[in-house]
């Protein structure tokens, strides 16, 4: 298996103020020195208690936290800061399925715009049929396409599109996040505890759903 990811030594330091001068006092080590790999095609636990920086080594790994320090790499190419990751469409490649469901899901969209998001920021994979004459821009058939697809792939009915988050039950608003996070085709997704909050029967569901997009996606 090739390399997809390398994190070396990283660190996330949250600064604690006091005084007069809100002066930085001391640090919260989120994140302390931790580097690891990621081969393609490979699934990875990172595992230990709460507040041992889980989360927010994944979060720094989709470019929603900057490191205080370290780096990391896709495919050999730098892509420590969130800067970096924008400059490279960095991603279209790493995607995150959130633990809260609910939160991570726009209340006032419905479901086919939640997916359609990342289409419309990166593109949309697939073609139309030659000829294609109708009132929609082309943009918007694939992107229309797509999410019907998407839909498919996460078991979902086609109606789903017009609906909206709070119809759904928590392991069912974790398949739209699974269908909006494999959007864009991504080479990796990442998993904050995306079962943990779901009864056990459910989770086996979205285990085993998870297990079957990385066999026939990759």
Known sequence: ??????IENLQVYYPIRSGFLNRITDNVKAV??????IEAGKTYGLVGE?????????????GLEDPTSGKILFEGTEVT????????????DVQMVFQ??????NPRKTIGEIIAEPLKSFGVPGK???????????????IDQRVLELL???????????????????????????ARALASNPRL????????????????????????IQRDYG
């Open 32 to 37: 302390d020195d931790v580097s690891f790999v």
């Open 189 to 212: 997704i990442v998993a904050d505890e995306p079962v943990s909050a779901l009864d056990l029967s459910v989770q086996a569901q979205v285990l085993n759903f998870m297990k079957k």
């Open 81 to 92: 800061t969130i800067k970096q990751k924008k400059a490279l469409n960095y991603n279209k």
């Open 128 to 142: 139309i049929e030659a000829g294609y004459q109708g009132e929609r821009s082309f943009d918007q058939v694939l």
């Open 100 to 105: 809260d469901s609910q939160s991570s899901l």
């Open 50 to 62: 709460s507040g041992s920086g889980k989360s927010t080594i994944g979060k720094s790994l989709v």
């Open 152 to 178: 498919e792939i996460v078991g979902l009915p086609a109606r789903t599109i017009t609906q909206y988050p709070f119809q759904f039950s928590g392991g069912q608003r974790q398949r739209i996040g699974v």
């Open 1 to 6: 298996m090739s390399e997809l990811v390398r």
